[in-house]
């Protein structure tokens, strides 16, 4: 599993805009074109895992060690696929609210050419992600329609500190993931290479985030910052739970009321979340957006 590094404090961040111009010099020199790079041809190899099986919501339980191989190969591709199209509706979120940010911004400056330049690379990462998911042959999930209905009034609304602190838990649980994927020969090539591109790109935008999210909450009040640490943790339940849709299991030809019942009570799927997030808590801990209030929701999403 891979380790949390600890993040910079706020203190260490080079002036402002020069960030934002490391960004785009780093994007120029190391971008991805998921077109080509993926090897898009190749028929699916079902020998193969979608994501690495210990993040299988079902790893470790007694479904699991009852389950064949191939039925573990086959519930990890459609998880991984469910991933990928969690990944796609909030990408989608994002552009709209870093467009929304930087609308009557200046244009010239480094911090929104740079904005312009991530919302690129998720429109690509969304692309990747699609096709990814229709190889796999899985369906197109997609979030209940409570969280749907959710993130439509929040991409309308979130702002500041919201906004990019919410961007940052999504990309932060997403990455943790996906970098020990992209190292497990034991998943399918093509979804290795997806990995490989979106953790290699998503970092640019993580310190965005953290950038962004500490500018923000630079001039923000008790009131305002206890408000919005609420509004982070509601934000970053629902699209944590929001990741494994219910319908892999029957996907995966699995009984989907006792899977579901397993995945749920599945301790080591919750360390999994827990461990891997240590860093990304120390950060919003770091910022005073750890309240009691946004804690009820930190722990029912299993990330603190």
Same mark, same amino acid.
């Given at each position: 599993?891979?380790?949390?590094?600890?993040?910079?404090?706020?203190?260490?961040?080079?002036?402002?805009?020069?960030?934002?111009?490391?960004?785009?010099?780093? $994007? @120029?020199?190391? =971008?991805?074109?998921? %077109?080509? #790079? *993926?090897?898009?041809?190749?028929?699916? !190899?079902?020998?193969?895992?979608?994501?690495?099986?210990?993040?299988?919501?079902?790893?470790?339980?007694?479904?699991?060690?009852?389950?064949?191989?191939?039925?573990?190969?086959?519930?990890?591709?459609?998880?991984?696929?469910?991933?990928?199209?969690?990944?796609?509706?909030?990408?989608?979120?994002?552009?709209?609210?870093?467009?929304?940010?930087?609308?009557?911004?200046?244009?010239?400056?480094?911090?929104?050419?740079?904005?312009?330049?991530?919302?690129?690379?998720?429109?690509?990462?969304?692309?990747?992600?699609?096709?990814?998911?229709?190889?796999?042959?899985?369906?197109?999930?997609?979030?209940?329609?409570?969280?749907?209905?959710?993130?439509?009034?929040?991409?309308?609304?979130?702002?500041?500190? $919201? @906004?990019?602190? =919410?961007?940052?838990? %999504?990309? #932060? *649980?997403?990455?943790?993931?996906?970098? !020990?994927?992209?190292?497990?020969?034991?998943?399918?090539?093509?979804?290795?290479?997806?990995?490989?591109?979106?953790?290699?790109?998503?970092?640019?935008?993580?310190?965005?985030?953290?950038?962004?999210?500490?500018?923000?909450?630079?001039?923000?009040?008790?009131?305002?910052?206890?408000?919005?640490?609420?509004?982070?943790?509601?934000?970053?339940?629902?699209?944590?739970?929001?990741?494994?849709?219910?319908?892999?299991?029957?996907?995966?030809?699995?009984?989907?009321?006792?899977?579901?019942?397993?995945?749920?009570?599945?301790?080591?799927?919750?360390?999994?979340?827990?461990?891997?997030?240590?860093?990304?808590?120390?950060?919003?801990?770091?910022?005073?957006?750890?309240?009691?209030?946004?804690?009820?929701?930190?722990?029912? =999403?299993?990330?603190?």
């Amino acid at each position: 599993m891979a380790s949390s590094t600890v993040r910079p404090s706020a203190q260490d961040d080079p002036p402002e805009g020069d960030i934002a111009r490391r960004l785009l010099h780093s $994007a @120029a020199v190391l =971008a991805y074109d998921p %077109a080509t #790079e *993926v090897d898009w041809e190749t028929p699916l !190899d079902r020998g193969y895992h979608g994501a690495s099986p210990e993040w299988s919501t079902l790893y470790g339980t007694a479904y699991w060690r009852e389950m064949t191989e191939e039925q573990r190969k086959e519930l990890t591709r459609q998880e991984a696929a469910s991933v990928a199209s969690t990944g796609i509706w909030f990408e989608m979120i994002l552009q709209q609210m870093v467009l929304r940010d930087v609308y009557a911004k200046d244009p010239t400056s480094a911090e929104v050419q740079w904005a312009l330049t991530e919302i690129a690379e998720e429109c690509r990462h969304s692309i990747m992600f699609a096709r990814g998911a229709e190889k796999l042959g899985a369906p197109p999930y997609r979030p209940h329609r409570f969280a749907t209905e959710m993130g439509r009034v929040f991409k309308s609304v979130a702002f500041g500190e $919201a @906004a990019y602190a =919410a961007i940052l838990v %999504a990309e #932060e *649980v997403l990455d943790v993931m996906q970098r !020990d994927w992209m190292r497990d020969e034991r998943v399918v090539p093509f979804v290795r290479t997806i990995n490989n591109i979106h953790v290699v790109e998503e970092s640019r935008h993580m310190k965005f985030a953290r950038e962004q999210t500490r500018k923000h909450l630079a001039g923000a009040g008790r009131v305002r910052r206890r408000f919005n640490a609420l509004v982070i943790a509601i934000a970053s339940y629902v699209i944590v739970t929001s990741m494994v849709n219910r319908e892999v299991y029957a996907n995966a030809g699995l009984d989907e009321k006792r899977a579901l019942a397993e995945a749920k009570a599945n301790e080591h799927h919750k360390s999994m979340l827990r461990s891997s997030c240590a860093g990304l808590m120390e950060f919003l801990a770091s910022c005073g957006l750890l309240t009691k209030p946004a804690l009820v929701f930190y722990k029912r =999403a299993h990330l603190i």
